[in-house]
Structures are given as structure tokens and as C-alpha cells.
């Protein structure tokens, strides 16, 4: 029988899953290619650029938590891209705890986060594992900017905003729309205050002179990984995407949920949350282009005299995101994370190497300003 792979891809049929299987090859480090449908599987990972070269195998594996832990048995590492991660997480990092393995995702939204870090972190710590929800472009990238921009000063304030151009896939418009049912939290004097629901903020980004529309979209991670830290005691975070009609209609959705939605049960809540993500994008989106799908993450920070600026320009936010969990999951291989337990990317790994990966990829650049 042959060795067990080291690292299993949960949800590799999937727009990111297929990318993170790209760069894990790159690194050539042996993986599984897991999800629902084998057929699938088979279909997509036969169109991931270079596979043949790759030393992975397909599994085909049920949803239940044993089901998962049986298939992770063995392994070191579990990527899971299968989100909306409110709705998925849970099982597959439970199963990942129950299978010894490291567990890394690629969900952003904030309830998910905060949920890792107040149920699992303990538990994986207590094994010295990681549990490292959000190691994908939104936010390990701004958070290893903040990282970078703490070091320059007596700064204890932070806004982040992170943007991007592109069109999202069929997982991120669920994510999207199923976040707006979420509570979103920012944080001031270390506590979390509720963000007021459907509000919309225009934001400045350097390198466009009109202003952007941006949202608080959950909360976004950055609250819940500078929580107790002891040199932040304010973060604030906002997001979206660099067209403002899509961001106009979402901010639009906001305020129509609020009205209309959120008096119904939950179970009816999320129903309609997935039907208008339906609606809006049931296809795969083509490959990302380098010159047309830009990033940028602006992370401002402020003391009492000192203030500073990181800004990182980037392109392919979702090939950034395959690259930094390949990149996680090779570190994981043959080092153990810098922080055990729930951590940011930046944490398990170092804020400066991930940056350091992303630009030696030519994905992603950050400046400082201070
Ligand atoms: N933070 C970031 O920067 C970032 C970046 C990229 C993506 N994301 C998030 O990652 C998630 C996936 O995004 P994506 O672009 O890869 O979406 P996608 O192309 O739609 O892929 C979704 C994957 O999840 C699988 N899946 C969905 N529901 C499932 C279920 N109930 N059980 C098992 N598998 C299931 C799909 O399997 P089938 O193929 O069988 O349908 C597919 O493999 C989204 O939540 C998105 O918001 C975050």
C-alpha cells in the first residue's frame, strides 16, 4: 500500500481548491485532491496546469465528520476550501482535530473566525496543531502588513481595508451574501463593538484617485487575531471589491436583508442569503489574468505621535490565496508553526516570509510608509 499523502485539499474541485493544487505541486509536496464528487475531481484536476508532474491522488469522501477523519487519518495538514465556512467549518475542523492534523482554511468571515478561535484553539494548541482559519489573501495579507507597520512605531490603532478586482466565484458570492446575516465586530479599548448593520464607507486607496465604496462585510479576521494583543487596542477592518456597481448592490442587499430578511427564522434567512447568490453567480469564473485582476490591501496605523502606512499592490487574489496555503502547508512539513493553537498565517509563519512568497511570485509587493 502506498504511503499516505501528507497534505489533503477539502473541496480541490472547487475554484480555489484546483489553485492550491497548483502550488502544492510547485513545491512538490504530495496531496490528496478531496470533495463530494469524484467525477469532478477527476475533471478538474486533469486541467491543473503542470499534474502531471504532481504526486496526488482523488478521494472522493461523505460530509459526516468520521467520514473526514478517516480519510485525514495519516496526514499531516488539512487545507479546506469548502466554505461558506459558518456552514462547513465546523465538521471539517472537528474531524481535523479528531485526525491529528493541522488545520488551515481559506474563509474570511469574521463569525467563523471568532468561532475557531473560542471552541478549537485550545483544544489544537493543547497538540500542538495549528488552527489557522483565513490563511487566504483576505486578510493573511493585510494582517502581515499590520505586522510589518507595528514594528516602526508606538502605533496601537489599525484600519485595514482590502480590495480587489475580479469576479467572484460561485463559493465567494455564497460567502458573500451569507455573511450579511452575521454579527460584525470591530475592535476598540480591546473589546468588540458591533459595527452598525448596512452601512456603507468610502474609503481612499492609493493609486485611484476616485474614492471606492467599501464594507465592513462581516467583520472581517483582523478583530479577533489582534484581540489581547499587547501593543493594538483598536482595529478596524473593511473590505470589497474595485467596481463600485457590484459594491452598490451588495451594500443594496445590506439594507434590503435588514428590512425584509432578517424578521424570518434563521433556517429561512439562509435560504434566501443562497437563492440571491444563486442568482447572481451559479459559473465558474475563467482563470485569472495578472493585468486585469489587481489587488491592494492599506493598512493605516496610529499612536499617540507615531503613524504609518503598509500597502501591499497585488494582482490574482484567488492565486494569491493557492500560493499562501501551498506555501503554509510546505512549512508545515517540515517545521511547526511559530504559534500553536489558533493563529493568523502571519503568526504561524511569519509576516515577512509570507510577503516574501507572494512577491517572489510576483503576486503581491507591500510598501511602507512611515
Ligand atoms: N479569504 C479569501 O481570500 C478567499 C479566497 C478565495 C476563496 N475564499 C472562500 O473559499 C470558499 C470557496 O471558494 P471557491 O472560490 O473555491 O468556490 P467554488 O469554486 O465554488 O468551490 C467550492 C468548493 O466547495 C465544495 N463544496 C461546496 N459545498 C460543499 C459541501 N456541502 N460539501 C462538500 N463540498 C462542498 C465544492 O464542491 P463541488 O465541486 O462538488 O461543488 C467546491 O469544491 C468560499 O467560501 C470563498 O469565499 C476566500
Known amino acids: 500500500m502506498s504511503k499516505k499523502k501528507p497534505v489533503v485539499i477539502y473541496g480541490a474541485s472547487g475554484f480555489s481548491g484546483r489553485l492550491v493544487a497548483e502550488f502544492l505541486r510547485e513545491y512538490n509536496v504530495p496531496f490528496i485532491a478531496a470533495g463530494r464528487n469524484r467525477a469532478k475531481l477527476e ?22 465528520v468520521d467520514d473526514l477523519a478517516k480519510l485525514f487519518a495519516g496526514a499531516k ?30 474563509g474570511g468571515e469574521q463569525a467563523w473566525i471568532r468561532e475557531v478561535d473560542e471552541k478549537w484553539g485550545e483544544k489544537f494548541a493543547a497538540r ?37 478586482k475580479g469576479i467572484p ?30 452601512t456603507r464607507y468610502d ?14 462585510w462581516g467583520g472581517f479576521p ?19 471589491l474595485l467596481d463600485r456597481q457590484i459594491m452598490e448592490n451588495i451594500a443594496a442587499t445590506e439594507k434590503m436583508f435588514e428590512e425584509q430578511i432578517r424578521p424570518l427564522p434563521k433556517a429561512e434567512q439562509e435560504k434566501k442569503l443562497a437563492d440571491m447568490a ?8 475563467p482563470r485569472e489574468n495578472t493585468h486585469e485582476q489587481r489587488t491592494i490591501d492599506v493598512v493605516a496605523g496610529r499612536g499617540t505621535m507615531d503613524y504609518g502606512q503598509c500597502v ?57 510608509y512611515s
Not at 224 to 234: G, M, T
Open 312 to 368: 501591499v499592490f497585488g494582482t490574482c487574489a484567488y492565486r494569491q490565496t493557492g500560493l499562501i496555503q501551498a506555501f503554509a502547508a510546505h512549512h508545515l512539513l517540515y517545521a511547526p508553526p511559530r504559534k500553536a493553537g489558533f493563529a493568523s498565517a502571519a503568526e504561524a509563519f511569519g509576516a515577512r516570509e509570507l510577503l516574501r512568497v507572494l512577491e517572489s511570485h510576483g503576486l503581491a509587493k507591500a510598501k511602507l
Open 169 to 198: 466565484t460561485f463559493g465567494s458570492t455564497q460567502t458573500i451574501f451569507a455573511v450579511i446575516q452575521t454579527d460584525a465586530y470591530y475592535l476598540e479599548q480591546n473589546r468588540y463593538k458591533p459595527w452598525p448593520r448596512a
Open 222 to 240: 483582523h478583530p479577533v487575531w489582534f484581540k489581547n494583543h499587547p501593543q493594538v487596542a483598536n482595529v478596524r477592518s473593511f473590505g470589497g
Open 128 to 164: 500542538r496543531l495549528l488552527a489557522a482559519p483565513a490563511t487566504a489573501f483576505m486578510s493573511a495579507v493585510s494582517d502581515a502588513a499590520a505586522r510589518l507597520l507595528l514594528e516602526t512605531g508606538a502605533i496601537d490603532t489599525l484600519e485595514t481595508v482590502t480590495m480587489f
Open 203 to 216: 474609503v481612499a486607496i492609493p493609486g485611484y484617485i476616485q474614492n471606492q465604496l467599501a464594507l465592513a
Open 43 to 64: 475533471e478538474v484536476m486533469s486541467r491543473v496546469p503542470g499534474i502531471e508532474t504532481a504526486d496526488y491522488e482523488i478521494a472522493a469522501v461523505g460530509e459526516s
Open 77 to 106: 495538514v488539512v487545507c479546506n476550501t469548502v466554505g461558506p465556512f459558518i456552514y462547513n467549518g465546523p465538521r471539517v475542523i472537528e474531524a481535523s482535530l479528531q485526525a491529528d492534523c493541522h488545520y488551515m482554511d481559506i
Open 278 to 285: 444563486n442568482s447572481v453567480q451559479g459559473a465558474t469564473p
